[in-house]
């Protein structure tokens, strides 16, 4: 289990460095991304004719996500030259949805003391991945183009393990550690912010249609293997414990663990989310 990593009080958040009044500052983030490129091309050359595929040719982050995500979810029934045009066409013409992805990439920079450059997501994080496939399966969802929409939700669940229906609501700065058996409701709702680990289910309850999901509220931290089920809602910061089952309302900044979940306490972070620390170690109530 991971400890807390949290930064030290008087240390500079990575994410103040790569925003500007709060929003990412693409330019800069791209072109970090293109000096880490060209670093690793030099240095490991076998990886030189991925890093001009993905980054060195490209001349944006959204061309850059849009070859990733092209060359991971290629199938006979959709090829790269048919995906990557596709992809492209909708990150452009709607650049809200890259901003998101990046402010995605860098809540992983900020919070996983694993990742050592913004490459890495883009390349090898699946929650990162999974994020990015299901943003473009939601605003395809959004112009009622449902069945491409189903399509990519199933590529991301097959190729990624993650499942995440086209119609949940989900926020920017949100953070799948780790990722596999992520699954999330249709009708979902995540704020920003929220750090999310492995085999975590938002899941309904029974055949109820209409609104039978969780609301997440921003800062939330929700531990690995918990299970949060039906229309309930999660309060700001919250956190919840591993392998937690939560069937009812948590207030906010309170954290639940146990079977069915229990509060235990009062978290000590304002934002659970970003300082990642899973112990239960709190407050009393």
Known sequence: MKGNHKAPKDAIPKSNLLCVKGKPDLDLVWQKIQDEAHRISSSEHRLTALMEDIFISRNSIACSVAARLSRKLAREDMTRDELLPLLQEILIEYPELVSSMVSDLIAIDERDPACHSLTQPLLYYKGFLALATYRLGH??????????????????????????????????????????????????????????????????????????????RSGVMIGS???????????????????????????????????????????PSENPAEAMDQSLSCSRI
């Open 225 to 267: 293997g918990s299970k949060i089920l039906g229309p309930v809602e999660v309060g700001k910061g919250a956190k919840i414990g591993a392998g937690s089952v939560v069937l009812d309302d948590v207030a906010p900044h309170k954290t639940v663990a146990g079977v069915p979940a229990v509060v235990v306490g009062t978290s």
């Open 139 to 216: 605003r395809m969802w959004k112009n009622n183009r449902h069945d491409l929409a189903y399509y990519f939700q199933s590529l991301a669940s097959e190729v990624f393990g993650v499942d995440i229906h086209p119609a949940a609501q989900l926020g920017c700065g949100i953070f799948l550690d780790h990722a596999t058996s992520v699954v999330i409701g249709e009708t979902s709702i995540v704020e920003d912010n929220v750090s999310i680990l492995h085999e975590v289910t938002l899941g309904g309850t029974g055949k109820t249609s209409g609104n039978r999901h969780p609301i997440i």
